[in-house]
Nanobody, 125 residues
Framework: VQIVESGGGSVQAGGSLKLSCAVS????????MGWFRQAPGEEREGVAF??????TRYAGSVKGRFTISQDSDKNLYLQMSNLKPEDTAMFYC?????????????????????WGQGTQVTVSS
């Protein structure tokens, strides 16, 4: 499995960015795909997730500002609006291959088994 993120950059508070994640190597759709972020000195935090059937899940801190989506080629996107300085972090795309449709996508990084290298997002005030 190969995962490559793009789209990070620097933006002023209140601005927008759209992250992209190209995923390849799966023979079937992964159970969950999602975005994590990690600021310096902080733990990796789950941000937004989408299950194989399209059900989404968001961290409370980004709900209403970030939107996760995917296309038919399993590429993943994160549209980020009204960005705040506290959103500054390295953003990672991750996938979890297997799971039960009885549950929402997990938000803990340990539950995901394939990762990209990350893309930096910096929001200035």
């Amino acid at each position: 499995v190969q995962i490559v993120e793009s789209g990070g950059g620097s933006v002023q508070a209140g601005g927008s960015l759209k992250l992209s994640c190209a995923v390849s190597g799966y023979t079937r759709d992964p159970y969950c795909m999602g975005w994590f972020r990690q600021a310096p000195g902080e733990e990796r935090e789950g941000v937004a997730f989408i299950r194989r059937d399209g059900r989404t899940r968001y961290a409370g801190s980004v709900k209403g500002r970030f939107t996760i989506s995917q296309d038919s080629d399993k590429n993943l996107y994160l549209q980020m609006s009204n960005l705040k300085p506290e959103d500054t972090a390295m953003f990672y795309c991750a996938t979890r291959e297997l799971g039960s449709m009885a549950f929402q996508c997990p938000m803990q990084s340990i539950e995901y088994n394939a990762w990209g290298q990350g893309t930096q997002v910096t929001v200035s005030s």
